[in-house]
């Protein structure tokens, strides 16, 4: 059996590389050829190009690699008519791969699609596409489900890859001392993940910080983003005591922290399965958040609050991340009954994503189709 993957990100070579360790147990024969990263590339898959070659963000970079991106598409192409694979399998990415899926389907070859594009945010009208050219899709959200069934499209809910992926780390990591690796304080840990981007750093680190002094019995950790320079963030700490910097170690800062303030994203979701009571921020330039309001139609912005459809933690959105209102929303969290509550809905949200063993599941209704072909 011959597959040829797609993933454009490193999360989708995180999640397509566990996915191909699952589907070699059940295929040994199988060979793998594709897009993606190191991590897929350990587990056997011939890569052809790397996923850094393939991070163009925002409209602006994308007009100026445009001929770099439709460059892509042609070199993709070419490569799945000469490799012929039995089928392609696509992750997220979907910009390039709601397109490739097109083409592929063209060839009369099968196209699965492994986490969903967030059509029910916003583009709904890609779900058309995807009923037209997606044999099989596997959601990673349980109300995605139904969501697609609104729409006439029966999809797959397998669970949440991140389960499996925080599950392996734990027992990996069954005792995880960041404090002594770091020279941290004893003290008990607020976790801080501004995000990844400059502009949302120099955004949200700021207001982050601004709380540190109401909370002397506490140390605030940083969680940098491996790629950004660590001066970005030493200008903003600028010296306050009782505030570290951790970079690559998002897994372990969760895993030892008491309470955190989270940028709004996947994030958040890891934050909550390590049980980490939060405040989800969230501050965009002006015209950029009144467009987005315009387009995205969802109650909630972080995924916890979204699966569970109710507000389990609190968002700070645009004006309402203030330093009075971060000062307030973490006291609430740090104890009493506000955080009580928070870890019970965590429990239940655990319960909703449905267990480990997402890529196991995906692994098998893949092979399970190809048997039948």
């Not at 897929?40 to 190009?49: D, L, Y």
């Not at 909550?272 to 995205?296: D, E, G, H, T």
Request: glycine share 6%; net charge neutral; proline share 4%.
């Amino acid at each position: 059996m011959k597959y040829y993957i797609i993933s454009g990100e490193a999360s989708g070579d995180m999640h397509g590389a566990n996915l191909v360790s699952e589907l070699n147990k059940m295929q040994p024969e199988a060979d793998i050829r594709g897009w993606g990263g190191d991590k897929m590339a350990a587990e056997g898959v011939e890569i052809t190009k790397h996923y850094k070659e393939l991070a163009f963000m925002g409209f602006a970079e994308v007009l100026l690699n445009l001929k770099t991106i439709l460059g892509n598409f042609k070199t993709c192409k070419k490569e799945i008519v000469e490799y012929k694979p039995d089928a392609v399998i696509l992750i997220d990415y979907p910009g390039f791969n709601l397109r490739m899926a097109e083409y592929i389907h063209s060839l009369d070859i099968p196209v699965f699609y492994y986490i969903s594009p967030t059509v029910w945010a916003w583009k709904k009208n890609r779900v058309e596409k995807i009923k037209k050219f997606v044999d099989k899709l596997f959601v990673i959200l349980p109300f995605e489900k139904p969501f697609y069934k609104e729409c006439g499209y029966e999809v797959e809910f397998v669970g949440n890859p991140l389960l499996d992926e925080i599950n392996k780390f734990k027992k990996e990591h069954i005792s995880s001392d960041l404090n002594k690796k770091h020279n941290l304080s004893n003290k008990p840990i607020i976790a801080l993940l501004p995000g990844s981007r400059t502009q949302e750093i120099k955004t949200k680190l700021p207001l982050m910080l601004s709380v540190v002094e109401h909370y002397p019995n506490y140390q605030f950790v940083i969680g940098g983003a491996p790629s950004q320079d660590e001066n970005l963030y030493q200008e903003i700490i600028n010296g306050m005591e009782s505030v570290s910097l951790v970079f690559g170690e998002t897994y372990p800062l969760l895993m030892n922290s008491h309470a955190g303030l989270i940028t709004s994203g996947t994030a958040t979701l890891e934050t909550a399965l390590f049980k980490v009571p939060q405040v989800v921020c969230y501050r965009a330039n002006p015209i950029s958040y009144r467009i987005a309001k315009m387009l995205v139609k969802i109650k909630f912005i972080s995924l916890v609050n979204l699966i569970m459809d109710k507000e389990v933690v609190k968002e700070l959105i645009q004006h309402d991340l203030s330093k009075n209102q971060l000062k307030e929303e973490l006291g609430r969290i740090i104890e009493g009954n506000k955080r009580d509550q928070i870890l019970v809905d965590y429990d239940a949200l655990i319960e909703k994503l449905g267990g480990v063993g997402a890529s196991k599941n995906t692994a098998q209704h893949i092979v399970n189709f190809m048997s039948t072909k």
